[in-house]
């Protein structure tokens, strides 16, 4: 493949940006958003390059665990980061429930302002991966609006409290 898919979803919030980066940058407000109708908690957070955000939702009996490396960070306008699937001991190792899932993940975020309005875009694309990784990232691409346009609903809700 000479192209690596791209998931993009772009979403409207009716915020500042400085709320809308407040949701994406603490850990309390993220663990409410990221991960809908999953418990999900956030072991570590260091939101610095180089620094990691240990990520576990769980999920009945067992959790899914990630760690990210932020790899950028601009306030308030952009955050990049790799995402990989961890074990326990928060090594990244292959997705256990899907072993030909992308090793890693690169992701942008990006926060736009317009008026009293702020404009996110997130991209998500395999990173330094297999012709089946890519495959399998591209099969499921379709899937992925609904998990983020879920989480991005209750940030709308954590919005308008932040507001309030």
């Known amino acids: 493949m000479s192209e690596l898919p791209e998931f993009v979803t772009d979403r409207e919030f009716d915020a500042p940006r400085g709320l809308v980066w407040q949701a994406w940058t603490d850990p309390e407000l993220l663990a409410r958003w990221y991960g809908p109708n999953i418990e999900t908690v956030i072991h570590k957070f260091d939101l610095t390059p180089g620094g990691v955000w240990l990520n576990e939702m769980k999920m009945k009996s067992m959790s899914d665990r990630s760690i ?91 919005l308008k409290e932040l507001q309030a």
């Open 68 to 158: 990210m490396t932020f790899k950028e960070i601009v306030p308030q306008e952009k955050l990049v980061w790799h995402h990989a699937s961890a074990d326990e001991n928060w090594n990244p190792i292959a997705n256990p429930m899907m072993p030909d899932w992308p090793r890693v993940l690169l992701t942008t975020v990006t926060f736009v302002d317009e008026s009293e309005k702020t404009q996110v875009r997130l991209v998500w694309t395999p990173y330094e991966a297999t012709e089946t990784e890519i495959a399998c990232f591209a099969g499921a691409m379709e899937g992925f609006g609904s998990g983020w346009g879920a989480g991005f609903t209750i940030m709308d809700d954590i």
